[in-house]
């Protein structure tokens, strides 16, 4: 097993570091079952938003694209995946949780969970929204991007976000773990790749919309606007 541990700064905002840290980590991993959790009271809270706020279009462009080729390594890594979501998985964390095979997240009421890009006026890169529009049942998927609402755990569980919720979810992460890793390594790889492999693949339509349309949204004057007022509120 190889344990993914996020520690970094900002609640595990996935900026250039973290993210850059994670693509190592997950070649590190090899064909070797991941257990991926967080630290403190956050698996995950989103993307970096100081460098969000920082970046122009080439910038943001770069920085969405690695972001989508990391959640998509972590969502076709051959072996089994659990997040062990020990608190917050917001917007891009709470893709990156949905990328890993099961989810188990810590029986904590104040933990939120969901995917609130569209209320701060944010695009789903096209991988991540592909990743989520397969990981949610058919009916929650509108009303969860759509919605853009954050979640405790047991509403998480009822809209398919997480597949279970645990008081002792470090233990019920590790059990489920090594209850996947039991089934041939092999065919546990080749059936996950011929379930998932077109799921990446991004149209030329989804490759002109992310260009054309969503890079401008995420450098705008009025996205700059309300990124800076969030982070005022912090």
């Known amino acids: 097993m190889h344990e993914i541990r996020m520690q970094h700064p900002g609640k595990n905002a996935l900026g250039t570091d973290l993210?850059?840290?994670?693509?190592?980590e997950l070649r590190r991993a090899g064909d070797e079952p991941i257990l991926l959790t967080g630290t403190g009271d956050a698996f995950s809270a989103g993307l970096n938003l100081k460098e969000v706020l920082g970046h122009d279009r080439q910038g943001m462009e770069t920085m969405l694209r690695r972001l989508d080729a990391t959640i998509a390594r972590l969502f076709?890594?051959?072996?089994?995946t659990v997040a062990l979501v020990n608190g917050h998985a917001i917007a891009g964390g709470c893709i990156l949780m949905l990328a890993c095979d099961w989810r188990i997240a810590v029986d904590d009421p104040k933990a939120r969970i969901g995917i609130n890009e569209v209320a701060i006026g944010a695009c789903i890169p096209p991988?991540?929204?592909?990743?989520v529009k397969r990981r949610l049942p058919p009916q929650a998927v509108e009303r969860?991007?759509?919605?853009?609402q954050l979640h405790p755990p047991e509403a998480a569980l009822a809209l398919g976000f997480v597949d279970e919720v645990s008081a002792d979810a470090p233990a019920a992460a590790l059990k489920r773990l090594q209850a996947l890793s039991a089934h041939p390594r092999t065919t546990y790889a080749v059936t996950k790749r011929a379930l998932r492999s077109g799921m990446v693949a991004v149209s030329t339509e989804d490759e002109h919309r992310f260009r054309e349309q969503e890079v401008p949204i995420w450098t705008s004057k009025e996205m700059k606007e309300r990124v800076s007022a969030v982070l005022n509120r912090k």
């Open 127 to 131: 991988v991540a929204l592909n990743i």
């Open 144 to 148: 969860v991007i759509l919605g853009a």
């Open 76 to 80: 076709l890594h051959p072996a089994p």
């Open 19 to 24: 993210i850059g840290w994670l693509d190592e």
